[in-house]
């Protein structure tokens, strides 16, 4: 892999992960929302700017790069499966559960 497209994929990542963990700096002004609401929409639009960025880095080859690797997919699945596990738990169960008692603080 050359080291352009090494430093394109760090850049990318840091990008995503930056304004991933930014997003939560609005939530006092979305709270009238449902959490679950919450926590699709920042997923969809993640993905959303995700392949944006890749169309706009013109590198034509990642769809097929992707498909010609079975278990990158599979790898793929099993982390976004664990990130959406892992985001969607702390926005829900604190509008869940009694916050009295049970050590559950709310972070906005």
Do not use: C
Request: proline share 5%.
């Amino acid at each position: 892999m050359a080291t352009a497209d090494l430093r394109k994929g760090y850049l990318l990542g840091l990008t995503t992960f930056s304004i991933w963990g930014l997003f939560p700096l609005y939530f006092k002004s979305i709270e009238q929302f449902a959490a679950l609401e919450i926590v699709t929409q920042r997923a969809i639009w993640s993905a959303l700017f995700g392949t944006l960025i890749l169309m706009l880095w013109r590198h034509p080859g990642w769809w097929q790069e992707l498909l010609a690797h079975p278990r990158r997919i599979g790898v793929l699945m099993i982390s976004s499966v664990l990130i959406a596990s892992n985001r969607r738990t702390p926005a829900i169960l604190p509008t869940t559960y009694s916050k009295r008692g049970t050590g559950f603080a709310r972070i906005v």
